[in-house]
């Protein structure tokens, strides 16, 4: 079963953004009963962390599936595939998000000829080729922290959520 006290992070290649800077937080604080440990594909991250004392793990090894099918919550700033979608499930996902946006993104991008029309707004066999072939861009974080009152509208609306699932908790990399 999955367990509250298990938070994985993660990051598509590298250790950084907003996921880096909870975690830091996280592992750093003493009084923390929360197991967290730092998912990435890349060797060297991984060894390097370590080498400095911090949980981490390869996606693909024993003890970084162990943790990914434990673990309750996935800490993103990206998409779910940053950890691992098909082990994801049952899971919540908080995307921590990478940047403010100044221009629509995600589900909000209605036209032109962009990834995300294409993902979000196509209809019928294209729809189901996509759901199949990138199936993480299609899951919608349980949470999404964000700096303000308009940007908790601007990721309510960029994930189609409700805004009672945006908090307002800053950006654990400023603050």
Do not use: C
């Amino acid at each position: 079963p999955r367990s509250k006290k298990i938070w994985v992070f993660g990051h598509p290649a590298k250790f950084e953004g907003n996921s880096k800077y909870f975690l830091l937080y996280v592992q750093n604080e003493k009084r923390s009963a929360v197991t967290s440990i730092w998912i990435s594909r890349n060797r060297k991250v991984v060894e390097e962390l370590q080498k400095n004392g911090y949980n981490a793990a390869l996606a693909g090894s024993l003890t970084g599936i162990w943790h990914i099918l434990r673990a309750k919550y996935f800490m993103i700033d990206t998409s779910v595939e940053a950890i691992h979608y098909r082990l994801s499930g049952a899971a919540q996902v908080i995307n921590l998000f990478h940047a403010l946006p100044i221009k629509k993104m995600e589900r909000d991008v209605e036209k032109g000829d962009s990834t995300e029309v294409t993902l979000f707004h196509s209809k019928g066999v294209v729809k189901f080729i996509m759901h199949f072939l990138v199936p993480w861009r299609f899951v919608k974080p349980a949470y999404v922290a964000s700096t303000s009152p308009l940007y908790t509208k601007v990721f309510s609306s960029m994930f189609r959520i409700p805004e009672t699932r945006v908090k307002e908790a800053g950006f654990p990399r400023n603050d």
